[in-house]
Every structure is written in C-alpha cells, then in structure tokens.
C-alpha cells in the first residue's frame, strides 16, 4: 500500500461509520443506554469505544472561557474484528449520577451552586435560565462516541443531540402518574 492510499484511508476513517442513539433528554441521576452502531466498507480490526456526554457553549463573551467540556466519558476496551459490510452495535450503559460518579458533583454545583433542597429546584432551574440568558450564554448538550480502529489516525466518531433538563425541569420523557 503505498503513501497516498494509506492517507486516503485514513482520512475515509477506514471505511468504518459510527452512528449514536441515546435519548432524546437526560438529566442528573439518570441512567441511560447509548447504542453505538458501527458499519465498514472494509475489514477492520476495532480496538476500543468510547462514549462522552459533552456541554458545548455555544456564545460567549468571555474569549477565555471554555467552550467544550466533556462531563463524563466511559470506554468499553472491547477488541473485534468487522468484516467489510458488516453492521455491529454496541451498547453502553452511562450514568449522570453523582454517587456513582464524583466527577458530576462539578456539574451539580454549576446548576445549583447553593446545595438547595428539592422543592427549590424547579425555581433554581428557572432563574439559572435567567442567568444565562442575561449573560447570553446557550448550550448544546451531546453524546459522542468514537471508535479506535487499528491502524487509522484520524478515528471515526459520531454524535447526537441531547436535551439536558436542569432540576426541576420537564421535558419529553417526563411522565406523570395520576
């Protein structure tokens, strides 16, 4: 294989395409399968998935602030081969709760920086939206999954929207019980 058929195919990520599927809205203390479907055009040898849930800020004012964080990641080192045509999916099993995850206390304390009880979440979660709108701040929120193949430099990855709902919060997969 020469020089520029081994750039192409890395820049073609190896054949291999990654689709996510997760639900459509998530919050603090769920826990949630996100499906990775992974298809390739040519044989390949796939090492490790990894899975992120990132905040994205999407306008600032602020040029020093950051505007990615990824909130949690989780990594299945998982090695198989896939065939050329062949689809695999993969599921793995994330959580936004604190008490399996220390790291999301970070998260807890951007959205309710005051340790406030429950029944002062639906407000809190209210006036933290004030705040940022008033700061012009809005954030996209995803999951992200890449895939590490053998021998590709530039790994595929595919992501999908999410809506996150602060405490208190009510959003598509809410349900009520009468």
Do not use: C
Request: proline residues 4%; neutral net charge; glycine residues 6%.
């Amino acid at each position: 294989m020469g020089i520029f058929s081994k750039l192409k195919q890395n820049l073609q990520h190896g054949g291999v395409k990654v689709k996510v599927d997760a639900p459509a809205t998530i919050s603090l203390k769920d826990n949630f399968d996100v499906a990775i479907t992974i298809t390739s055009t040519d044989p390949q040898k796939i090492k490790s998935v990894t899975v992120s849930f990132v905040k994205h800020l999407v306008n600032t004012q602020n040029a020093n602030e950051p505007t990615i964080r990824t909130v949690v990641t989780k990594r299945e080192d998982t090695t198989f081969n896939i065939a050329a045509g062949e689809t695999k999916q993969i599921k793995i099993n994330m959580s936004l709760d604190p008490a399996k995850d220390p790291e999301l206390n970070d998260l807890i304390k951007e959205l309710d920086p005051s340790g406030i009880t429950e029944g002062m979440a639906k407000i809190a979660g209210n006036l933290m939206k004030v705040t940022e709108a008033l700061n012009n701040k809005q954030y996209d929120y995803y999951i992200e999954a890449k895939v590490d193949v053998d021998g590709i430099a530039f790994d595929p990855a595919g992501q999908v929207s999410v809506q996150f709902l602060r405490p208190g919060e009510l959003g598509a997969s809410a349900r009520i019980n009468l």
